[in-house]
């Protein structure tokens, strides 16, 4: 059974730094792309960052480029996402996804990241 | 970026009936070498993550009851429930996959009237 189970949200302060990490298990976590997705309160979903297979290709949202950092550690199946100079926007709940053509096949639950 | 467009934001349907929600991306989403439209459909439900029901616009993710069907093509998309059923209560969202950035639609609402 695929799972994705984040972790390492919480509330921090505008300018602060947080890191999420997201545990995959049930599928070959290093042959797949991997994104995360967030989601403000009460608001739809945004795209925000992809990493390749061997992670040496990554992208990302214009509204986070420069401030987050998206990684893999394929040795311990763990999808990370280091975001820095936060600001309030940012408050939403972040979603690690597996990749498929393009879609999202498999969603972890969320972390949630406050910034206030 | 391609903007994806939903409507209705919302929609009231009774038991049994048909919910029709459609989707309109700024430009063209063909794969060209597959011959398919990148257009995928999500049910999100209140306090979960987005389930994956359909993608390449009508192809079906293994377990989603028949009674959800996508359509369309260009830009113009349509995700049909028949025989709706009170479980299918949730925000429905479009996603085009077929560029960076992914880009989703800003959400239906269906209740159940």
């Known amino acids: 059974e695929v799972q994705l189970v984040e972790s390492g949200g919480g509330l921090v302060q505008p300018g602060g730094s947080l890191r999420l990490s997201c545990a995959a298990s049930g599928f070959t976590f290093s042959t797949y792309w991997m994104h995360w997705v967030r989601q403000s309160p009460g608001e739809g979903l945004v795209w925000v960052s992809r990493v390749s297979p061997d992670g040496s290709d990554t992208t990302y949202a214009d509204s986070v480029k420069g401030r987050f950092t998206i990684s893999r550690d394929n040795t311990e199946n763990t999808l990370y996402l280091q975001m820095n100079s936060l600001i309030a926007e940012d408050t939403a709940v972040y979603f690690c996804?597996?990749?498929?053509?393009?879609?999202?096949?498999?969603w972890g639950q969320g972390a949630l990241v406050s910034v206030s | 970026d391609i903007v994806m467009t939903q409507s209705p934001d919302s929609l009231a349907v009774s038991l049994g009936e048909r919910a029709t929600i459609t989707c309109k991306s700024s430009?063209?989403?063909?794969?060209?070498?597959?011959?398919?439209?990148?257009l995928a459909w999500y049910q999100q439900k209140p306090g979960q993550p987005p389930k994956l029901l359909i993608s390449w616009a009508s192809t079906r993710e293994s377990g989603v009851p028949d009674r959800f069907s996508g359509s369309g093509s260009g830009t113009d998309f349509t995700l049909t429930i028949n025989s709706l059923q009170a479980e299918d209560m949730a925000v429905y969202y479009c996603?085009?996959?077929?560029?960076?950035?992914?880009?989703f639609g800003q959400g239906t609402r269906l209740e159940i009237e």
């Open positions: 996603q085009q996959h077929y560029t960076i950035p992914l880009t």
């Open positions: 996804t597996r990749d498929m053509w393009g879609t999202s096949d498999y």
């Open positions: 430009q063209a989403i063909l794969h060209n070498s597959k011959n398919k439209n990148c």
